[in-house]
């Protein structure tokens, strides 16, 4: 037992000592992982509906800890949020991703778009669209070729300064998308002031295809919904040929899932001399 601070006395089970312990470790190792190398990206190609062909990436933020071997990144970006670490990291993906995007340019493939998450905690210290500027600028990368993907969480807090970082970075020619769609109750005025281009429709709809007729009749509103607004659908975690085919039917733009690929590391990417491609 040890005193909590408050005069309380709080009891530790020895699991929870053991996964304090795992949690201390991890975060200790993550201020380290970035300058030890162990931060790496995946590709995961986006493709066309229509054409099969590939129109863009998402880059995908991976954790090869020597010990403890690749951790997800659903257990460690939250530690780097609560760390703060997560501002140093995410520069290091947007730097990473344009420099890979244009590197496959000059090697003279078709320029496509690379998406690039954010945290809301990048909104949060104030120098976002520096950030976002001086990594165009030190890549060369054209500002059409990135796209930054907040989550719809993200998009929907009614924070002015959320909102006014998002119309710079629009101004700059970046391309905004709302991840994760469908999973808050988006206010439909928001998402008509706000500066954005896409739409990508969440796994967990994408999964109901041919087994819940409820979540079909929710993409088939969110497609055309966004289709009213003028903006592009593109579905993520698709992974067989009736989802396919059914948001085929749907005219949804574009679909990102492992029916087509999983995400991939640069070396499986150019190692089909670019096979992939165009
Ligand atoms: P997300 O942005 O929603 O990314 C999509 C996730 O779905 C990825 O998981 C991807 O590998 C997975 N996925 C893609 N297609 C399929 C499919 O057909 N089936 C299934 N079951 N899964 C599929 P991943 O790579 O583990 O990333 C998890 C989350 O971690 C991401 O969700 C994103 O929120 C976060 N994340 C990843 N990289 C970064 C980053 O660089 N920065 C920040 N802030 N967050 C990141
Ligand atoms: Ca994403
Ligand atoms: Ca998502
Ligand atoms: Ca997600």
Known sequence: AKNNGKGQLVFCSEEMKQSLVEKMYMTNSLY??????????????????NSQEIVGFEALLRWNHQKLGTIAPSEFIPIAEKTGLINSIGEWVLMTACAQNKAWQDAGLEPVQMAVNLSVEQFRSDDLEAIVRNCLAETGLEPRYLELEITESIAMKESGDIANCLHKLKDMGVSISIDDF????SSLSRLKDLPVDRIKIDMQFIQGIAVNPKDESIIEVMIHLAKKLGLKVIAEGVETEIQLGFLQDEDCDEIQGYYYYKPLSKDEIEKNGFALFK
């Open 182 to 185: 469908g999973t808050e109750f």
């Open 32 to 49: 380290r992982a970035l300058e030890k190398n162990e931060l790496f990206l995946h590709y995961q190609p986006q493709v066309s509906a």
